[in-house]
Every structure is written in C-alpha cells, then in structure tokens.
C-alpha cells in the first residue's frame, strides 16, 4: 500500500529556534494536512492544504506556523520560533478528494519534536 | 471543545472475546466516521469507517454501528486477538473543501491471552 514518508523521525531543537518538518504525501492525493498529538493527549488539527494554498488552520496554527509545498511532492511544516509547548508529534497525512472511493487519511508515522 | 468524545480511556478483553469500542459526538454536521488504531511511536492507521447514510459497516472482524439519533457509534471487534492491542481513535469529519477529521481521545485497548 502507498504511504506518507516524514523526515527526520526525531528532531531535538532548542526554544526559539526555526524548524522544519518534511512530509512526502502519496503521489496522486490532493488534499493534505499536519496533525499533531502532545503526549498523552488526541491527535489535533493544524492544518489542511489544497490547490496550493490553506484551505483551513486550527487556533493552534498561528503566525509561528507556515506551511509550504515548494516542487509538487514535498509538502512542509514550518515552526519560525520553537517554543516548549510545541513538543509534541506531528503527524502528516493526505487524502484524495471527498466523494472518492477511497476517501480515508493516510498518516505518516510522524515526525517527535522535542524543545529543549 | 470536545466535539468527539471517547470516555473509556482503557479496556480490557480475553483473547477470543468481543471488545466493544464507543464513541459520541455532538457536531450535527459530522457525517462521515472513521476508526483508527494507533501503536506508539506510529501514526494512525485506517480500520474502518461508516458514512452517515448507513447504520453499520463490517470489515472481517471489524463491525462499525452508527446510531445518528444518539449521534453515538461503536467498534466491535470479534474475535479480538492480541495484536489488537493498541490505541483506538474515533473520528468524524463534516463536508467541506478539506473535510478536517476531528479525533477523540482515544481508547487503549489490551487484548489478554
């Protein structure tokens, strides 16, 4: 079955630093979105990505959080300035559209970002 | 603003026995509900899912009932099996451009021998 590739699968950072997570969603999807989930908690909504541009951000994503698909495969997450409580999971995930056959989320096995 | 909800956090069933997983909403405008498993250090993994126009679906040993006038909906697994030990998220989605999946809390299920 295709899958959703993250890179790196753990990233330690110090606060206040930039840091980008990588995505590489299934090739003919055309919906895509980063979740993430702090330990021990539900996995949350950041951001949903179609067409180029956000289709829908969660109160979580804010101006800290940007988002880019810069050659048609790759799909980035991008935290300008870390903070503590942004350690967590962060999982990528991609879909075909709604009223597909096959209209589930594929999820990546996540990338654990840790804020020292 | 816990939208998805999932008050067992754990459950425990014998191998060969039936779990039974629950799941409540409050968002009328959910019409499409999945369930995900999950082991640690993974991400989510499709199991099964039921659009609102049906009351239930079944997948192999996988069973998902969805009672929209209760806007409740429940996993069964038969016969459960030890690898079936792991995390059980319930999800709901609404229509939409990106049609966002809202998550529960998730249930930990361990299957005993």
């Known amino acids: 079955e295709p899958e959703v590739t993250q890179t790196p699968s753990h990233q330690v950072t110090q606060m206040g630093q930039e840091v980008i997570l990588r995505c590489v969603p299934i090739?003919?999807?055309?919906?895509f979105y980063w979740y993430r989930q702090i330990l021990g908690q539900k996995v949350e909504f950041l951001v949903s990505?179609?067409?180029?541009?956000?289709?829908?951000k969660s109160e979580i994503f804010d101006d800290q959080f940007s988002v880019e698909r810069p050659d048609g495969s790759n799909f980035t997450l991008k935290i300008r300035s870390t903070k503590l409580e942004d350690s967590a999971m962060y999982f990528c995930?991609?879909?075909?559209?709604?009223?597909?056959?096959?209209?589930?989320?594929?999820f990546g096995s996540g990338t654990q970002l840790s804020v020292l | 603003d816990q939208q998805v909800k999932q008050n067992s956090p754990s459950l425990s069933v014998q191998e060969g026995r039936i779990s039974i997983l629950n799941c409540d909403y409050t968002?009328?405008?959910?019409?499409?509900f999945l369930w995900y498993k999950k082991y640690p250090a993974e991400g989510p993994t499709f199991l099964i899912s039921?659009?609102?126009?049906?009351d239930k679906n079944e997948d192999g040993r996988f069973t998902v009932f969805l009672n929209k006038s209760a806007k409740h909906l429940s996993l069964h697994i038969v016969p459960s099996q030890p690898g079936d030990s792991a995390v059980y998220f319930c999800?709901?989605?609404?229509?939409?451009?990106?049609?966002?999946?809202?998550f529960g809390t998730g249930t930990r299920l361990q299957v005993t021998l």
């Open positions: 995930a991609s879909k075909l559209p709604r009223g597909s056959r096959n209209e589930k989320l594929f």
């Open positions: 999800a709901a989605s609404a229509q939409g451009v990106a049609s966002k999946l809202t």
């Open positions: 090739s003919n999807h055309l919906y």
């Open positions: 968002n009328s405008m959910f019409d499409y």
């Open positions: 039921i659009s609102s126009i049906k």
């Open positions: 990505f179609y067409n180029n541009e956000i289709s829908e």
